[in-house]
């Protein structure tokens, strides 16, 4: 969708799953500017942490998809995934910034969970393991972002489309979002939605 010539900023909101997001981009004014799907890796495990880390640990091997792999195996792919993610997110948000005209100053990612520092002990913490990957690639593009000398915010699921309607000083977000996606078109799912929806009240500042 096509920038309006006024729109001097814009801000980008996160919806993860897994390796993959949606990034839904809008003006300062709340207009929508790009949306568009990405991997942060590809042809590596998506799940290291849950998968790999806790059949290291012993969690998990009755399952008829689980592999015998050891602690030290696992923290390296853990590792590898890692630095994967981290160029991924680069070159996606590198990819975003030049096909959106309007200067991109701020990005609006889900809030993560306090986890164990090291990736051994997030591997033998059972609670750990199961959100440690979506932190990862969280994270990833977290760390791209600021790279970019963009602004990071972290937001809150259980009150985004509740800041995105004070954002927008408007009650009802959810008309508002509806007409958005009517506007540019499908696809435009519930991850769409809540990516333009974290996208909103991220507060851009001129450079």
Known sequence: MKQRAGDSQAAVGVAENGNSAVLVTVSSAGE?????????????????????????VGRYLDSPWAKKTTLPEAIALVERVREAAAV????????????????????????????????????????????ADSVMYREALAAAAEARGWTVFWYDRERVFKDAAQ?????????????????????????HKLAAAAAMPVRVHRR
């Open 32 to 56: 929508l500017l790009d949306r568009r799907d990405i991997h942060l890796t590809r042809g590596l495990p998506t799940h290291p942490y849950h998968h790999q880390g806790s059949w290291a």
């Open 88 to 131: 991924g997110a680069r070159e996606a948000l590198q990819a975003l910034a030049k096909d959106v005209s309007v200067p991109i100053s701020g990005i609006g990612i889900r809030l993560c969970p306090p986890l164990p520092p090291t990736t051994e002990e997030r591997i033998r913490d059972t609670r750990a393991a199961t959100m």
């Open 167 to 191: 954002a927008l000083g408007v009650k009802d977000i959810e008309d508002v979002l509806v007409k958005m996606g009517k506007a540019v078109g499908p696809p435009w799912q519930a991850k």
